[in-house]
């Protein structure tokens, strides 16, 4: 049986996703995404960005700006969003600030949308700071934390969160069902269309099959299939 069924965008060529990588990773974590989405009939934008080098706000603005102006260079008369953990908040930043009349829908995987207790427990530390830098330091749970700040969604986004660990010292740091980062609660987020949780860790969201699916399913209807098994 087929991943996904190849057929063209629900609303018309073209339609453009930009993709945005988490925190630590590059567009490399996103080619099988990627490459789903382009068989699937979509204009695709896989987009690399220097995740540990800037705050948030800055980042956003760099990756997402220049995306967006690529998409509508190419003639995109609608954009999407797929985004893995970081990646989400990049797009509630920048949409928080930029009006983008031709946004279609955000996908966001396993994005620690109201902070992570990791970042909480950890985020003080020396070494902590060094391999996730300014942007890794924005994510904790308190009310003053980027994504605490950014306010509810304001667009169709369905989010896909992961419930399985593979960082059992992470996951003694999170309470309730996690995927390793974030807890299946803290990705939730205030107007989001959709939830969707699957078996599947932090790190490997982005690469599975039935997170594929549910990306394009959601990216066509509005909705994710909670009929799957």
């Given at each position: 049986m087929a991943m996904v069924a190849i057929s063209s965008p629900a609303f018309g060529a073209p339609e453009a996703v930009i993709l945005l990588h988490g925190l630590?990773?590059?567009?490399r974590s996103m080619t099988k995404m990627e490459s789903a989405l382009a068989e699937a009939g979509y204009q695709v934008q896989n987009?690399?960005?220097?995740?540990?080098?800037?705050?948030?706000?800055k980042l956003a603005d760099d990756a997402i700006g220049k995306a967006v102006a690529n998409c509508q260079q190419d003639g995109a008369t609608r954009i999407d969003f797929v985004t893995h953990s970081l990646g989400g908040i990049l797009v509630r930043s920048y949409l928080a600030r930029h009006a983008l009349p031709s946004l279609g829908r955000v996908v966001m995987l396993?994005?620690?949308?109201q902070g992570s207790e990791v970042v909480d427990k950890l985020g003080?530390?020396?070494?902590?700071k060094w391999?996730?830098?300014p942007a890794g330091n924005e994510l904790g749970t308190d009310t003053r934390s980027t994504p605490n700040q950014l306010g509810p969604a304001t667009y169709p986004v369905g989010i896909i969160a992961g419930d399985r660990s593979i960082?059992?010292?992470?996951?003694l740091l999170i309470p309730g069902p996690d995927d390793g980062k974030v807890s299946i609660e803290r990705t939730t987020l205030a107007g989001m269309s959709d939830h969707l949780v699957i078996h599947t860790a932090?790190?490997?969201i982005m690469?599975?099959?039935?997170?594929?699916?549910q990306t394009i399913q959601f990216l066509r209807t509005g909705t994710f299939d909670h009929t799957a098994g």
């Amino acid at each position: 049986m087929a991943m996904v069924a190849i057929s063209s965008p629900a609303f018309g060529a073209p339609e453009a996703v930009i993709l945005l990588h988490g925190l630590c990773r590059t567009s490399r974590s996103m080619t099988k995404m990627e490459s789903a989405l382009a068989e699937a009939g979509y204009q695709v934008q896989n987009v690399s960005y220097p995740s540990r080098t800037a705050h948030v706000e800055k980042l956003a603005d760099d990756a997402i700006g220049k995306a967006v102006a690529n998409c509508q260079q190419d003639g995109a008369t609608r954009i999407d969003f797929v985004t893995h953990s970081l990646g989400g908040i990049l797009v509630r930043s920048y949409l928080a600030r930029h009006a983008l009349p031709s946004l279609g829908r955000v996908v966001m995987l396993a994005p620690p949308n109201q902070g992570s207790e990791v970042v909480d427990k950890l985020g003080g530390m020396l070494v902590f700071k060094w391999i996730n830098g300014p942007a890794g330091n924005e994510l904790g749970t308190d009310t003053r934390s980027t994504p605490n700040q950014l306010g509810p969604a304001t667009y169709p986004v369905g989010i896909i969160a992961g419930d399985r660990s593979i960082n059992w010292i992470n996951s003694l740091l999170i309470p309730g069902p996690d995927d390793g980062k974030v807890s299946i609660e803290r990705t939730t987020l205030a107007g989001m269309s959709d939830h969707l949780v699957i078996h599947t860790a932090h790190p490997f969201i982005m690469r599975n099959r039935e997170a594929i699916r549910q990306t394009i399913q959601f990216l066509r209807t509005g909705t994710f299939d909670h009929t799957a098994g």
